[in-house]
């Protein structure tokens, strides 16, 4: 009688569970843009190394308390790990700046010696935006991030910012989605790009050697340009897509298997 009410129960957590899966469908479906439409997208993002460039002066931003912030004031005698990002990205982002704080954990020296910034690519976020994010690295590495400028800004600023940079992306206006790189730049004293770190996964060792020579006001290489992008090629559809999408597939489709997968072995178990 256990097992039968087990099964029945687990049977219909199965069916909730697709229940749910197709309840999303449209919606996954119909924030993909076309194939045409994310190859133009993904042509269009790319993280040029402008090493020895400087940063533009004057700029302006807000932070997560909605205090303005010249951003000259974070360059000015510091090294600084800059990195852009969507905060409401569901892909790249936060996973860069969760790997920003692990790698940030195990410098040898205070968290004084250098500066965190995080500047929003989209002019439509705000302080609350950035709060939020202020907040969930909180949640999830305590005190290591709450000294990071979580910054949003008009578009202007954040163009000139993404130029300097070599930062390229892509809006979509269709779906409101954005394409774009993930890595990071280190900043020497004085706003002169003196290095990149590409990708998701900064090193400590790396992130070290970076920030210890920009603080010398040294310059370093460019670095292999293997680029993460929100968009990736799937070579089984022969389609771009979202990778988020991919990986939801993955997780879903991986736990639906073994739910199902239990629901037989236990009726056979009822049934012998």
Known sequence: MRTRRAVHGLTGYVAGYFCLALSLLPACVLAVPTPEKQQAMIEQVNYQQH?????????????????????????????????????????????????????????????DAYRVAVVSIAPDEGPADAQRIKHELHRRHGELTDGWHLLTGRKPAIDALANSLGFEYAYDEASGQYAHPAGLAIIAPGGTISQYLLGIRPATPDLRLALTKAGQGEIGSPVDRILLRCYRYDPETGEYTLAVMNLLRVAGGGTALALVGAVIWMRRREHS
């Open 51 to 111: 090493i020895g460039a400087k940063l533009p002066s004057g700029l302006r931003f807000q932070d997560a308390e909605g205090n303005h912030l010249a951003f000259d004031s974070l360059i000015r005698d510091k090294p600084l790990i800059l990195a852009m990002a969507w905060y409401n990205c569901p892909q790249l982002c936060p996973m860069l700046l969760d790997r920003i704080a692990a790698a940030t954990e195990n410098l040898p020296f205070d968290r």
